[in-house]
Nanobody, 125 residues
Framework: QVHLVESGGGLVQAGESLRLSCAAS????????MGWFRQTPGKEREFVAA????????LYTDSVKGRFTISRDNARNTVYLQMNSLEPEDTAVYYC??????????????????WGQGTQVTVSS
């Protein structure tokens, strides 16, 4: 499995931006479908965005479309989540996830076998 480490979380005000990074090590990152999920206390982990490994297609949950952008840099073994126009409802622990040779982008957490430790994002109103 690939080892994943997130960074870039923090405390921001509503309307501001953050960029999360997820650095991968271990197996070949370029053949991993990558996703971002988030979770708040007492709730299930929620899909945010995903990017495929083969055609770089992307998928977003409706609430972040137009505000968040997922991208990957295979040369740096890193996937990013650019978050603009942040809202208090975006407050959560954000997790990076990897799926080896996943055939298509997926919003299902069960499709991903590798997970990072999470990074906290807090958006104040």
């Amino acid at each position: 499995q690939v080892h994943l480490v997130e960074s870039g979380g923090g405390l921001v005000q509503a309307g501001e931006s953050l960029r999360l990074s997820c650095a991968a090590s271990g197996r070949t990152f370029s053949v991993y479908g990558m996703g971002w999920f988030r979770q708040t206390p007492g709730k299930e982990r929620e899909f945010v965005a995903a990017v495929s490994w083969n055609d770089y297609s992307t998928l977003y949950t409706d609430s972040v479309k137009g505000r968040f952008t997922i991208s990957r840099d295979n040369a740096r073994n890193t996937v990013y989540l650019q978050m603009n126009s942040l809202e208090p409802e975006d407050t959560a622990v954000y997790y990076c996830a990897g799926a080896y040779r996943l055939l298509t982008v997926s919003r299902s957490a069960s499709a991903y076998g590798s997970w990072g430790q999470g990074t906290q994002v807090t958006v104040s109103s």
